[in-house]
């Protein structure tokens, strides 16, 4: 068929981030973050010029929406600065996420007809959050992983590393506020903490159809990226204030 005379609607496709101000971007970046980063990094990953980005990040700190925290110097020069996102700034409102809010209309539909309908929720859930996990990697650019520590001979390879970093900016996205320690060797023991749940009322009434979708969304996106050797665990309403999702290599190695 001619593609000019298609019937029914377009397509439809996020407006991105031309509906962004470049505050709000370098604001949107840090949330995706880990770990605190340099100026150097959010130039990288949001492509703006430097100093575009500093007098955002400066704006942005005075607003108490960002902290900055000074790194000593290596040698001669001066300190560096390394930026994090506050509460406050995780909760100021931003333009929506499309992933976000496909997410949210996606889940709550299948999760009710799976928990009334499946012989088996769970592992059904498990198996279409991998599916979903996987489909979501696969449109994630790979060079918006943020950068890492250098890891002990006994982590994950760069490669590991890397895709862990683009889940769990993945999850960020969604809306599970993924916090995990500074340093590589407490981030094995201790896993990465998710502070917040996007579908928290429906994970508390059904958590063995929501949780099983989260564990496999972070199974399918890792396989994606080529970790598949990643053992995923996630102990869900485990502490006061956190689910905790531990990322472990075939062997028991930590990675997470």
Same mark, same amino acid.
């Given at each position: 068929?001619?593609?000019?005379?298609?019937?029914?609607?377009?397509?439809?496709?996020?407006?991105?981030?031309?509906?962004?101000?470049?505050?709000?971007?370098?604001?949107?970046?840090?949330?995706?973050?880990?770990?605190?980063?340099?100026?150097?990094?959010?130039?990288?990953?949001?492509?703006?010029? &430097?100093?575009?980005?500093?007098?955002?990040?400066? %704006?942005?700190?005075?607003?108490?929406?960002?902290?900055?925290?000074?790194?000593?110097?290596?040698?001669?020069?001066?300190?560096?600065?390394?930026?994090?996102?506050?509460?406050?700034?995780?909760?100021?409102?931003?333009?929506?996420?499309?992933?976000?809010? *496909?997410?949210?209309?996606?889940?709550?539909?299948?999760?009710?007809?799976?928990?009334?309908? @499946?012989?088996?929720?769970?592992?059904?859930?498990?198996?279409?959050?991998?599916?979903?996990?996987?489909?979501? &990697?696969?449109?994630?650019?790979?060079?918006?992983? @943020?950068?890492?520590?250098?890891?002990?001979?006994?982590?994950?390879?760069?490669?590991?590393?890397?895709?862990? %970093?683009?889940?769990?900016?993945?999850?960020?996205?969604?809306?599970?506020?993924?916090?995990?320690?500074?340093?590589?060797?407490?981030?094995?023991?201790?896993?990465?903490?998710?502070?917040?749940?996007?579908?928290? *009322?429906?994970? *508390?009434?059904?958590?063995?159809?929501?949780?099983?979708?989260?564990?496999?969304?972070?199974?399918?996106?890792? %396989?994606?990226?080529?970790?598949? @050797?990643?053992?995923? *665990?996630?102990?869900?309403? @485990?502490?006061?204030?956190?689910?905790?999702?531990?990322?472990?290599?075939?062997?028991?190695?930590?990675?997470?």
């Amino acid at each position: 068929m001619d593609k000019s005379t298609r019937l029914g609607p377009a397509p439809w496709r996020p407006s991105g981030e031309t509906d962004q101000s470049p505050a709000e971007r370098v604001l949107a970046a840090l949330a995706e973050q880990v770990r605190p980063i340099t100026t150097a990094d959010l130039v990288g990953v949001l492509g703006l010029h &430097a100093n575009t980005v500093r007098a955002h990040l400066q %704006d942005l700190v005075g607003a108490g929406l960002v902290a900055m925290e000074t790194v000593p110097p290596v040698g001669r020069g001066r300190p560096a600065h390394r930026y994090r996102i506050t509460d406050e700034g995780r909760a100021a409102p931003r333009v929506s996420d499309p992933t976000f809010t *496909e997410y949210r209309g996606l889940t709550t539909a299948f999760a009710t007809y799976l928990a009334s309908r @499946s012989a088996d929720p769970s592992e059904e859930s498990r198996q279409i959050g991998r599916a979903w996990g996987a489909q979501l &990697a696969a449109a994630q650019p790979r060079t918006t992983a @943020s950068p890492q520590t250098d890891s002990p001979s006994s982590g994950p390879s760069s490669q590991d590393a890397a895709s862990i %970093d683009l889940v769990v900016r993945l999850l960020a996205r969604l809306g599970f506020t993924p916090v995990s320690p500074e340093q590589t060797e407490a981030v094995a023991d201790e896993g990465i903490a998710l502070r917040t749940c996007p579908l928290l *009322e429906l994970a *508390e009434e059904m958590p063995h159809v929501i949780c099983q979708v989260h564990q496999g969304l972070v199974e399918g996106a890792l %396989d994606q990226y080529g970790s598949g @050797s990643t053992e995923v *665990e996630l102990r869900a309403f @485990s502490e006061p204030g956190a689910c905790r999702l531990h990322l472990r290599d075939g062997q028991g190695t930590g990675r997470s």
